[in-house]
């Protein structure tokens, strides 16, 4: 049996939040009407958020014996996830983000990477690619991880992709992804399109077991292999309070899901699910990590979100990842 579902490498940040009424224009002066430090970064909130739902999940990334890194470590050890693989390296740490959410779930984000190390093919023994399910592989900006992705290939690991940014290497490494999940803004920009349904036949033109494009509160477009025509799953209707992370999560999801087993259609509605209760936030009450949903949590809001025959047998099928170790 594989150690892990799923073992995450990329961005790692720290992520202090405020929160404020509206977002401000240039040159004002704004209150303040909360604030909270938090773990953040794709590929690290990916694997808090499959620890939150009961996942096996490992992380890693090169950090140092500075502020952000102790940070980092604690509270992913909070979540669930394993940093037993941690690369240590004097000078490496995670982003440091500024994130200034509105009233509307809305955020955006102001990051320094500049402690951030990018993990290559030689950190990573085979050992510990071939312990996991899945390797999931994010990118943000050069340089990228195809190396370790082609590593995971060679070693015939599925490799998940989480890739936002628009740099030269970027299809070179969704080329190698078994699995690549990316925002409509990516999609758009590698079609040459505006439309995300179009961008997602695109993509899916290289063979893999899925192409998902994410669309926010649209939902997503997916193509998969068995079925190649690009269909559309809505996104659950939630009162939203804070929209950071719920891509990550919804990757985190999907990882797991697909690590033990559920169906790219399943896994795509229980992503959608996760991700709709980080952005609800437990009305509000919970912060950034926090917010992040635990498998009965996941469980429960899809019962209450589905009925009849659809719904009994996708709790059925969902049932595998609560009770599939």
């Not at 063979?207 to 068995?226: I, K, L, Q």
Request: with cysteine.
């Amino acid at each position: 049996m594989k150690r892990y579902d799923v073992v995450g490498v990329g961005i790692a940040a720290v992520d202090d939040l405020k929160y404020v009424a509206e977002y401000p224009p240039i040159d004002c002066k704004i209150p303040v009407h909360g604030s909270t430090r938090q773990g953040g970064g794709p590929a690290c909130t990916a694997m808090a958020a499959a620890g939150s739902l009961g996942g096996r999940a490992a992380y890693v990334a090169r950090f140092g014996d500075n502020e952000l890194s102790r940070y980092m470590k604690s509270v992913l050890v909070q979540h669930g996830v394993d940093i037993a693989h941690m690369v240590e390296d004097p000078d490496g740490g995670p982003y440091h983000s500024i994130i200034v959410v509105d009233g509307e779930g809305h955020r955006n984000v102001f990051y320094d990477p500049a402690l951030y190390r990018v993990v290559g093919a030689d950190h990573m023994s085979d050992a510990l690619i071939e312990s996991a399910r899945v390797l999931l592989v994010d990118h943000i900006t050069e340089p990228s991880l195809e190396s370790v992705a082609a590593k995971a290939h060679r070693l015939g690991v599925p490799v998940l992709g989480d890739i936002e940014g628009q740099t030269e290497t970027a299809l070179p490494l969704a080329a190698l992804t078994d699995y690549l999940i990316v925002p409509k803004a990516f999609a758009c920009w590698a079609a040459r399109t505006t439309n995300p349904s179009d961008a997602c036949a695109f993509l899916a033109g290289t063979e893999r077991m899925a192409t998902v494009v994410t669309n926010g509160a649209e939902g997503c477009y997916f193509s998969t292999a068995a079925d190649p025509a690009v269909r559309h799953c809505p996104a659950f209707k939630v009162d939203v309070f804070d929209t950071n992370g719920c891509g990550d999560t919804f990757h985190g999801a999907f990882a797991l899901a697909v690590a033990r087993g559920l169906p790219v259609e399943d896994a795509i509605v229980f992503s959608a699910a996760a991700a709709a209760l980080k952005a609800a936030a437990a009305g509000g009450e919970r912060r950034g990590w926090d917010a992040l949903p635990t498998m009965d949590e996941a469980i429960a809001f899809l019962r209450e979100r589905t009925n009849g025959q659809e719904r009994n047998g996708l709790l059925e099928r969902i049932g595998i990842l609560a009770n599939h170790g």
